[in-house]
Structures are given as C-alpha cells and as structure tokens.
C-alpha cells in the first residue's frame, strides 16, 4: 500500500495514497481520492483522517483498495496506529480503537496528539 505522497495546500495537508491489488497476478496501481489531514500507517493497517473529523482505514478486498468509515460520535484531529490503533479529539480527549467490536474505548487523561 505505497507510496503515500503528501501535498500542501493551505492550511491542510492532502494525502494521496496509491493501492496494489492483492489478487492481481500483475500488479496495478489504483488512485484513492480523499482529502485526509492526519495519516498514520502502522501494522494496524494505514488510517487517516479527513478535514471534518471523521477516521478512515484503508481495506484491500483482495480486487480494490478503499476506504471505510470508522463510526464514532466524536471528530478526531489525530489518529495513530501500530499495535493497536489510538485517537485524540478536537477536545484532546483520548481514545482506544477495539477492533473485536468497531467501538472507541476512552481512555483517562488528555493529549493534544498521538504518534
């Protein structure tokens, strides 16, 4: 799922991502649009998020590459995954993505970014 090229434009940093097709016996690039502000790949998968808030990952369905929603009631600034995946909102509160139920798990404590 490389490479992950950054463009600036004003105030916001675009991402773009390129996506190979794991069922293609030849590979092939597919362009992703979105405009994602924060990105973060990890052995998590690569999640962004958008200039509205919302979390993103990119899934491989084994023939095209897009992005799926992550639900949530809150807007995110940052996310970061790993190990594990973990967010901070506009109002620096922390969350914990579990994956065995979509749900966001919040954690103790304030921040004002995650790495």
Not at 9 to 37: D, F, H, I, N, Y
Not at 43 to 53: D, F, H, K, R, T
Request: some cysteine.
């Amino acid at each position: 799922m490389e490479p992950i090229t950054l463009k600036l434009k004003g105030a916001l940093l675009l991402v773009t991502l390129l996506c190979v097709s794991s069922a293609s016996l030849q590979m092939s690039w597919e362009l992703l649009p979105g405009g994602l502000t924060v990105v973060s790949k990890g052995l998590s998968g690569v999640w962004g998020v958008n200039g509205y808030g919302y979390i993103y990952r990119l899934r491989d369905d084994g023939t095209n590459c897009f992005w799926e929603q992550i639900s949530g009631s809150f807007t995110f600034s940052q996310v970061s995954s790993g190990n594990e995946v973990w967010a901070v909102t506009k109002a620096d509160l922390i969350f914990k993505y579990e994956p065995l139920t979509n749900t966001w798990q919040q954690i103790g404590g304030a921040l004002i970014k995650v790495l």
